[in-house]
Structure formats: structure tokens, C-alpha cells
């Protein structure tokens, strides 16, 4: 084996190494307070604000299927007239239907938890969000892993889109937005935009409704 080889060999043994395992070591060490006392006493508070969403339902769909609910249904209040009447033609459900404007919400918001779930399903990092606390135990690491990824993301969202931060977060769902960051990032870039960016969005989003429908 030759020096580049050798050299392969060491990248190609790092490179297998799961980045929850290295997140795992990064919050592992913070949490040892040799990072200093207020990153150890922050990342208890949000160890334990994660364990307890997790404690608190059997169905890891539930909390994720609440964040969407809440993100849609604030979504959907802000609308003008006009968009909210494309999105109900789009749906193919009136005004009229299940209670007026509270149900073209219920419905919008069940159709993208549905649609975004069956998209995460599938991901490495949901397989170990449900992993938590079941029978197939993740290691030490990836568990702390874990909690960095929802710790950081949880961050952002309060960084980014405050409003929705402080609306979620009293019910720890904040701690799920790691899952479905992606997905949910145009809703609540919406939500928190100025009034004229949201005229703005809300022309577009007619136009495309609109030609999607004909």
C-alpha cells in the first residue's frame, strides 16, 4: 500500500463516520462544561425540552404534524382575499365547505403534513428521531447527535422567524423543525415578511395557482 492509498484510507474511514456521531461528540463536549457553564446549561435545557417531546407521544408523527398545522394555519390567515379564494379552487373545496375559512385550513394544512411526511419518512435522521426512546436504542452519541441537529435548527427558527419561534416553542415543537426545515421554510418566510413582500408573494402565488388550474 502506497502513500496515496494509505492517504485514501484514512479520508474514506473518516468519511463513514455518521454526522450525528460527530454532532454527537461536538454537543457531548459542550455538555462535559468544558466548553464553559452556559453552553453546558443551555444544552441541558434543550436535552430535556427534546426527551420530553419525545416522552410525551407514541406517534413521532404527531408533534411534526402539530408544527405543520400551526405553520399553515397562520400561513393561510395572512392571505388576502384573493389568494385564499385560489388556494379553496385549487383544493376544490368552497369557502362554504367543512366551516368556511377554518376548514379550507384543516384542509390545506392535513394535505402538506401528509404530503411532507411521506417525503421524511424515508430520511436517515427521521429513522433515528423515531428510533428514540424504542426498543432499537440509538448509541450515546447519536442520541446527543440527534438533540444537536434539533437543538440547532430550533436556534435558527428563532433567529429567522421569531413569531413562529415563540408560538411553537411553548409546546417544545421547536424541537421538530429539524425534520421538516426545508418544506416549511417558504410558509414562514411569508408569515414573518413586510406587508409588501407579502403582496408580492401573494401575486405570484396567484399566477401560479391560476395557470396550474386551467
Not at 452519541?141 to 427558527?157: K, P
Not at 428563532?158 to 417544545?172: G, I
Not at 429539524?178 to 414562514?188: C, D, T
Request: glycine residues 8%; proline residues 2%; aromatic residues 8%.
Amino acid at each position: 500500500m502506497d502513500a496515496k492509498q494509505i492517504a485514501y484510507g484514512i479520508v474514506d474511514g473518516m468519511s463513514s463516520i455518521p454526522s450525528g456521531m460527530y454532532q454527537g461528540v461536538i454537543r457531548t463536549w459542550q455538555g462535559s462544561g468544558l466548553a464553559g457553564s452556559d453552553l453546558k446549561n443551555r444544552n441541558r435545557r434543550e436535552t430535556e425540552r427534546f426527551m420530553r417531546l419525545v416522552k410525551a407521544t407514541t406517534d413521532r408523527h404527531e408533534p411534526i404534524r402539530q408544527l405543520i398545522t400551526i405553520v399553515i394555519f397562520d400561513f393561510y390567515a395572512k392571505l388576502d382575499n384573493e389568494s385564499k379564494q385560489a388556494i379553496d379552487g385549487k383544493l376544490g373545496y368552497g369557502a362554504g365547505r367543512l366551516g368556511g375559512r377554518v376548514g379550507s385550513q384543516f384542509i390545506l394544512a392535513q394535505f402538506i403534513a401528509k404530503k411532507i411526511l411521506t417525503r421524511i419518512v424515508t430520511a436517515e435522521t427521521f429513522k433515528r428521531f423515531v428510533r428514540v426512546g424504542s426498543s432499537l436504542s440509538l448509541n450515546l452519541l447519536m442520541i446527543q447527535g440527534l438533540i444537536e441537529e434539533a437543538s440547532l435548527a430550533s436556534r435558527r427558527m428563532k433567529s429567522r422567524f421569531p413569531k413562529t419561534y415563540s408560538k411553537v416553542s411553548r409546546l417544545n415543537l421547536d424541537m421538530v423543525y429539524f425534520l421538516v426545515e426545508k418544506p416549511l421554510e417558504p410558509y414562514l418566510m411569508y408569515i414573518n415578511s413586510h406587508t409588501l413582500m407579502c403582496k408580492g408573494i401573494q401575486n405570484e402565488l396567484c399566477k401560479i395557482i391560476s395557470t396550474k388550474i386551467r
